[in-house]
């Protein structure tokens, strides 16, 4: 069965860092994006950061300059270094996977929270 399996979240101080980990299962089969999602406390779920193949990478204007995305083809694996963390960062984070075989689709972690607090 498809799926992502996504670590590393917790509770950090603010200017602190985490590192968020994503893997997906072999049976997911050629994946053309890895990205990070985050939804807050009533808000909608908003693009964090993703990465393409050939490794273009996009990230939202608040988290630029402070997040890393970066991807392990060999492990199917996403990470996302997150360092000068600040309590608006709250949210629970999650991993997507875009695939084009055997049709296009998306595929959805189950989530990670990250609490941004002194």
């Known amino acids: 069965q498809a799926q992502l399996v996504e670590s590393g979240g917790g509770l950090v101080q603010p200017g602190g860092s985490l590192r968020l980990s994503c893997v997906a299962s072999?049976?997911?089969?050629?994946?053309?994006?890895m990205g990070w999602y985050r939804q807050a406390p009533g808000k909608q779920r908003e693009l964090v950061a993703v990465i393409r193949s050939g490794g273009i990478t996009n990230y939202a204007d608040s988290v630029k300059g402070r997040f890393t995305i970066s991807r392990d083809n060999a492990k199917d694996t996403v990470y996302l270094q997150m360092n000068n963390l600040k309590p608006e960062d709250t949210a629970v984070y999650y991993c997507n996977v875009q695939a084009t075989l055997p049709t296009p689709k998306g595929y959805w972690g189950q989530g990670t929270r990250v609490t941004v607090s002194s």
């Open positions: 072999r049976s997911i089969f050629s994946i053309s994006a």
